[in-house]
């Protein structure tokens, strides 16, 4: 079960990373927060590894709203955040798949429904 919270956490946390990028208000926070803390997630590492102004700007200190938008719209064009989506679909397979060796009961129900909610979040 431990295996299960921690691949359903990962996946959720990924996805939570993506809807930062694309925007959605469910995650309650503004969108481009990770990027203007320069937080280095998984998608913002591959960008910046792909594109000089979204490495630059990643590693700014002072960087405008309007350098943040466009930075935020470079990694959109990007084929990055389909490799992080695969990701978090994979946390969720691995979930998934850790409770198939669970005998039936309402906790293992209760996880299989927390990744269903994970699995919905995503866009």
Same mark, same amino acid.
């Given at each position: 079960?431990?295996?299960?919270?921690?691949?359903i956490?990962?996946?959720? /946390?990924i #996805? &939570?990373? #993506?809807? %930062?990028?694309?925007? %959605? $208000?469910r995650?309650?926070?503004?969108?481009? #927060? %990770?990027?203007?803390?320069?937080?280095?997630?998984?998608?913002w590492?591959?960008?910046?590894?792909? %594109? $000089?102004?979204?490495?630059?700007?990643?590693?700014?200190?002072? $960087?405008? &709203?309007s350098? *943040? &938008? $466009?930075?935020? /719209?470079?990694? =959109?064009?990007?084929?990055?955040?389909?490799?992080?989506?695969?990701?978090?679909?994979?946390?969720?397979? =691995? +979930? =998934?798949?850790?409770?198939?060796?669970?005998?039936?009961?309402?906790? =293992? /129900? +209760?996880?299989?429904? *927390? #990744?269903?909610?994970?699995?919905?979040?995503?866009?």
């Amino acid at each position: 079960m431990g295996l299960c919270g921690f691949n359903i956490g990962m996946a959720f /946390q990924i #996805i &939570d990373d #993506i809807l %930062d990028v694309e925007g %959605d $208000a469910r995650t309650g926070k503004p969108v481009g #927060i %990770d990027l203007r803390d320069g937080t280095p997630l998984y998608h913002w590492v591959l960008a910046a590894a792909e %594109d $000089a102004e979204v490495r630059r700007v990643f590693t700014a200190t002072d $960087a405008t &709203d309007s350098e *943040i &938008d $466009a930075a935020l /719209q470079r990694v =959109r064009r990007l084929d990055v955040l389909s490799a992080v989506r695969r990701l978090a679909e994979d946390y969720t397979e =691995r +979930a =998934r798949d850790t409770l198939e060796s669970l005998p039936y009961s309402a906790y =293992r /129900q +209760a996880l299989a429904d *927390i #990744i269903a909610e994970v699995e919905e979040r995503r866009l």
